[in-house]
């Protein structure tokens, strides 16, 4: 028998790779318009299937019977055909809860801020009602709270982002500032591509506890498996299958000076990962049409940094990749989301005396210009990375940051 997830666009989804790692049922991407629903569910070959946007109420019509919780909600985002019946569930409930608990989020006596209105929402607000939440109030853009009104309600202690605002492709793009609020405690976000939602990268940046989606995406496959399978899966089975994901997917991101070794170190890592390697120079230069040197030459460097950053913007989008950047990648405060929102970010240092420096721009007046590009550099780089690798040999160089990578993949 077959199993699935049913939606309008899924080309992006997790859920195949998810539920091989739960189940050695077949699970396949069905990508349907609105009344093409009941077809798929007449279909004799197909024994149930997850739900996503935009079907959660649209698919209830055609369930038997409902679970409580799902009822409650008015959204289902999981059906099995069991006896000759269509049962529907909401396991976004178990996700959610679990997220929150990972987290170390808690919501008992306190208010909370819930971002859009949807299906997805409904099922938040459930699940904060159950843990005894204070108060929960949503916004959305034309609901019956707008967005223009939490100005009113600066004093929320936990904020969820329901809403599809910074998912891909529409990264780093955000609702609020969280600086507004005084009180904030966490910081929940739905989305789980990419990895750090602009607003997820702030609450980092301010010390606030916070979550992406993708213990909640995990866990509410989980609950479906079960109920496909009908038995019980461990825990220590989900947390493996988040950080396998969380493996898979993070960007692994090089800065440091000219020559440093970025992209020598960047090929030997996607070799040893099997990973695709991206050089920003490279890239810069396809789209130029012409060398940096050529760049520098006619146009000068803030063309240079203009096309820089524009290539990052562009492959910071990427997942499980090896990123390798240029040595003034971080000259643009700009350009740390874009890299940092699904990387990892290493800065390579290296002897001054040992850089070369044919054929950069910017390197042409020896050491002493070096030295002073390091002293304007060095603060940014180590504003900009998460750790520091002295670049020597590149096989210690490969072991040190996949030993890093393979601790540190959840931070």
């Known amino acids: 028998m077959i199993y699935g997830l049913l939606g309008k666009t899924l080309k992006h989804s997790f859920s195949p790779e998810i539920h091989s790692c739960f189940g050695s049922y077949k699970y396949e991407l069905f990508e349907r318009e609105e009344q093409e629903i009941e077809e798929l569910i007449q279909r004799k070959d197909v024994a149930g299937f997850n739900i996503t ?6 698919v209830m019509q055609y369930c038997d019977e409902i679970e409580e919780n799902a009822l409650k909600i008015g959204a289902v985002n999981t059906v099995i055909k069991r006896e000759g019946k269509v049962l529907g569930y909401n396991t976004d409930f178990y996700g959610f809860q679990y997220q929150l608990k990972r987290a170390s989020i808690e919501v008992e006596n306190k208010k909370v801020v819930i971002l859009g209105d949807g299906a997805t929402s409904q099922t938040v607000e ?8 204070k ?37 780093l793009e955000t609702i609020i500032d969280l600086k507004d609020f005084s009180r904030l405690e966490g910081v929940c976000d739905v989305v789980y591509n990419p990895h750090r939602t602009a607003l997820l990268l702030q609450a980092r940046e301010l010390g606030i506890k916070h979550s992406d989606g993708l213990p909640m995406l995990v866990v509410q496959a989980k609950a479906a498996a079960e109920l496909f399978m009908d038995k019980k899966i461990s825990e220590v089975i989900t947390e493996k299958v988040i950080q396998k994901l969380r493996r898979k997917t993070e960007n692994i991101i090089l800065i440091g000076m000219p020559g440093s070794g970025k992209s020598t170190l960047g090929k030997a890592l996607a070799e040893k990962l099997s990973r695709k390697h991206i050089d920003t120079d490279s890239e810069i230069e396809k789209k130029a049409g012409k060398s940096i040197p050529a760049i520098f030459d006619s146009e000068g460097e803030e063309a240079f940094r203009k096309l820089e950053r524009e290539v990052i913007l562009e492959f910071g989008k990427m997942t499980g990749i090896v990123l390798s950047t240029g ?7 700009r350009n740390y989301l874009p890299l940092k929102q ?33 002293e304007i550099r060095l603060p940014k780089y180590q504003r900009f990375s998460d750790v520091e690798i002295q670049n020597g040999k590149i ?16 931070h």
């Open 53 to 58: 946007i935009p079907y959660k109420k649209a």
């Open 342 to 374: 699904n990387g990892r970010i290493y800065f390579l240092n290296r002897k001054l005396e040992d850089l070369p420096i044919q054929g950069r721009p910017l390197s042409k007046g020896g050491l002493s210009s070096l030295k002073k590009m390091q």
């Open 126 to 133: 459930a699940v904060l009602c159950f843990l005894k939440a």
């Open 395 to 410: 096989d210690e160089s490969v072991e040190k940051i996949l030993e890093d990578f393979n601790e540190n993949i959840d």
């Open 327 to 333: 040595g003034g990648s971080v000259l643009d405060e």
């Open 135 to 171: 108060e929960v109030l949503k916004f959305s853009r034309s609901g019956e709270r707008t967005f223009q009104e939490l100005s009113s309600h600066y004093d929320a202690e936990i904020i969820i982002n329901c809403t599809p605002v910074g998912m891909y492709p529409h990264n």
